[in-house]
């Protein structure tokens, strides 16, 4: 199944679900709520919104050999982790803004989203993916000057801007996605594809993250994980190619979905 957050024409926020291309209100506490039903009542969408309003949004880094190749860094014995407010979450065709205290340094990340079902505390491999509500697409967008050079070493700044963690436009169900160490990610910048890979070569697998991540730690139902980037980022081209406004960005994930999002300057 595919569930989603909306604003309804009355500006409701709504649970729905996705049937034959009409979205049917759904009746629960959020969409990974257990008990989340689905109605006979066909919604119209005014937008969509994140599909969850992520208790934690839990970001890993270099995670593709090629990434971390053309940014010359050194692959790392264990996962780089990083964290993005969760407030900066925003969802499918709304603006990513870029703030007036950005220079021209805004890049895309096209990215596979976990988010937990329930609780996790030092869960294995093999129990990992039965705590997964679903995947989403998501982009991590990243102020490149805040996150490498004025963040006294720290990314959460240059991450977690205002809109800077679309995600949509759908929650797909594990049993609609399959395998999610075998899915093909397209992130495509004003009509050009930047990025082209398959999370099949991710160094690490997403059992394999959530079992680490979960090491003498609680990561909360409703937790949002991105999974890493593939190469092609705009930072580390030649000429750099970025986020500007008027631009628009286009993420693409094998059996989850297509989130699509334009570029505005803040107001």
């Given at each position: ?98 703030p007036s205290v950005c220079a021209d340094e805004v890049d895309y990340e096209g990215e596979l989203a976990v988010v937990l079902s329930q609780d996790c505390h030092n869960v294995s491999e093999e ?141």
């Amino acid at each position: 199944m595919k569930f989603a957050r909306v604003l309804s024409e009355s500006r409701e926020e709504i649970l729905v679900a996705e049937v034959g291309g009409k979205l049917m209100r759904c009746e629960g506490a959020s969409l990974i709520d257990p008990d989340l039903k689905m109605t006979d009542e066909v919604v119209k969408a005014e937008h969509f919104l994140a599909p969850v309003d992520p208790r934690a949004l839990v970001c890993v880094a270099a995670s593709y050999r090629a990434h971390i190749e053309e940014c010359n860094l050194e692959e790392q014995p264990e996962p780089v982790v990083f964290m993005k407010n969760p407030a900066a979450a925003t969802g499918h065709e709304c603006p990513v803004v870029i703030p007036s205290v950005c220079a021209d340094e805004v890049d895309y990340e096209g990215e596979l989203a976990v988010v937990l079902s329930q609780d996790c505390h030092n869960v294995s491999e093999e129990e990992a993916l039965e705590r997964i509500a679903g995947y989403m697409v998501a982009n991590d967008v990243s102020a490149r000057i805040w996150q490498l050079e004025r963040g006294g070493g720290q990314w959460i700044r240059g991450k977690s801007f205002d809109t800077f963690a679309p995600m949509g436009p759908f929650l797909v169900t594990p049993d609609e996605v399959g395998d999610p160490t075998d899915l093909k990610i397209k992130t495509v910048l004003d009509g050009e594809t930047v990025q082209e890979s398959s999370t099949k070569l991710m160094i690490r697998g997403v059992a394999e993250l959530i079992s680490f991540l979960s090491q003498g730690t609680t990561l909360l139902a409703g937790t949002v994980i991105l999974t890493g980037t593939p190469e092609g980022v705009g930072w580390f081209r030649e000429p750099r190619k970025l986020m500007r406004p008027g631009s628009t960005v286009r993420v693409e994930i094998e059996r989850v979905g297509t989130l699509v999002n334009p570029v505005v300057a803040e107001k």
